[in-house]
């Protein structure tokens, strides 16, 4: 089953943000059913390996660095969920808010 919303997040070789990203991402927006996360891989073919969640796919471009919106499209090709919400990789969410989305 599609989430109703795809949360797109492209990186280009930065776990250093990334990764708090996707923790507060996922640990503090309720309910959990509601989205699914596409990381698109803008960087180095290996750059996203670390990523393991069911929640989380990761789109590779080939390391090809597509830029913002062509990192866009490519999750957008693949994209099944009504809405999107596009997001940058130094996102971070708030404990107080979980409602956000």
């Not at 959990?32 to 596409?38: M, Q, S």
């Not at 009504?82 to 708030?94: I, K, Q, S, W």
């Amino acid at each position: 089953m599609t989430a109703p919303v795809d949360i797109i997040i492209p990186s280009l070789n930065n776990r250093a943000l990334l990764e708090p990203c996707l923790a507060t991402l996922l640990q503090r927006t309720s309910p959990a059913g509601l989205f699914a996360v596409r990381v698109v891989n803008n960087g180095d073919l290996d750059s996203c390996d670390w990523i393991d969640h069911p929640m989380v796919q990761i789109i590779q471009t080939g390391g090809v660095n597509l830029g913002w919106e062509g990192a866009l499209q490519a999750a957008l090709n693949v994209s099944q969920a009504p809405f999107v919400c596009f997001l940058n990789d130094d996102t971070h969410f708030a404990h107080s808010q979980p409602d956000w989305l």
